[in-house]
């Protein structure tokens, strides 16, 4: 193993901050844009994508050797979609109203490019316990980066954030922030201001050094 | 008549109303990946039309004759195994993982196809033609489907209009926006929003426009009436 190989820990840490998956790496970005409405379902939806992910990383890091090369993606595949009947199935007899909120986005994790991704890059390579940091870092990142979504697209769309009212009576709702392209136009501005607040750390970075 | 007027609501429903990428969001990572060039963008949307179409006719038949509960080919197979049982098989559970294989094994094809008769094509296609497998948009029109044999009792023909037009739709949603990224490039794009930024407030603007399309159906309904 190569000397500057992240520790468990450092994976982790890169997850949530210099490698999230919505702001860095741009992937997974069709449950970003659809379940952001609101904060519980963005919540629930990273819910979700943690214990996928969770599951499918620790299965693929315990059965590393018996991976063959070609296979590897359907093997993948097939691992997620298993453990995504677990969770809609999980979603659909104890939270109802949620899952038919959420709809067809919860299937569509299998297709969620972060866990194949995370599986392929990590996973396939890594022992368990490191495989197992790589997927909590990953998905608290995911969640940080919904829950800044929906915050943004809740507060301003609907005046209320986690269903509970936060701006006054005087405050007219922007309908537009709900519907779909408020999804797009929130995202594009968010991921613009983190570019540049990244590219200003740089900067003074390589000015102090 | 009446079924004929049905399928032209479904085809332009799923083209431009509920439009796959502007409206559901599905099919994101082409749509901001592929779209730098119109030729390649048009590639793309025929590839992914041609996946959906076959994607979604082998859906159908598997979720109407085995998956769904009752369905005729599973209850007959019951019956020889256990003749005389009343219960209703029902092997839902299984949809997810019986569409992702169709999806996996139709996008194998597509490419043997394209590498065979289109090489060109295949050679600018690159990592993307792999990558339809996870293309969203494929397997939401999957469960579209699913969704509508269950609620609606759709037939194959339903099936197919809507997979097709969707493609459809995804294919004018990706060239209307590879056409705005060419013009794009002599802008003077403020540093941060270059790449993703930009192209997801266009996006946004371009979602703004198609919603100009919602409440079409109705009046269209009236119409062919």
Known sequence: MAKDEPTPLERFIRGILPENPVYRQLLGMCPTLAVTASMKAAMTMSGAVLFVLFCANV????????????????????????????ADRFLAAYMYEMSKQLGPYVPLIIVNCIIICRCEVCASKQPVLTAATDALGQSVGFALGLASIASVREILGSGEWFGLAVMGDWWIDWGI????????????????????????????????? | MEHLSQLVLIAFGAALINNFVLKYFVGICP?????????????????????VAIAATLSWTFTYYILRPDAPLTAWVWQKISPGSTAV???????????????????????????????????????FLPLITTNCAILFACLMVMKYIS????????????????????????????????????????????GAGITLIIAGILALAFMGFSGVDRSLANLLK
Not at chain 1, 59 to 82: D, E, G, W, Y
Not at chain 1, 185 to 195: E, F, M, P, S
Not at chain 2, 32 to 50: P, Y
Request: aromatic residues 10%; positive net charge; charged residues 15%.
């Open chain 2, 89 to 127: 098989v029902d092997l839902s559970i299984l949809n997810y993982i019986v569409y992702i294989f169709v999806i996996a094994s139709s996008v194998q094809l597509v490419e043997m196809y394209v590498r065979k008769f289109f090489p060109a094509l295949y050679k600018s296609f690159g990592v």
């Open chain 1, 177 to 209: 922030m709900i519907l779909p392209p408020g999804a797009f136009i929130t995202l594009g501005l968010l991921l613009g201001t983190a570019n540049w607040i990244g590219s200003g750390r740089a900067k003074r970075g390589a000015r102090e050094s």
């Open chain 2, 151 to 194: 609620e609606e009792a759709w037939g194959l023909d339903k099936a197919i209009t809507l997979a097709v037009f969707a493609g459809v739709g995804f294919t004018i949603a990706i060239v209307i926006m590879a056409g705005i990224r060419e013009e794009l490039d002599h802008c003077d794009v403020p540093r941060p929003l270059r």
């Open chain 1, 59 to 86: 299965l693929t890091s315990l059965i590393r050797h018996l991976l063959k090369p070609h296979l590897r993606i359907l093997v993948f595949t097939l691992t997620i979609a298993a453990f995504v009947t677990i």
């Open chain 2, 31 to 51: 749509f901001l990946g592929v779209s730098r060039r119109v030729d390649m963008a048009f590639g793309m949307g025929c590839a992914v039309t041609f996946v």
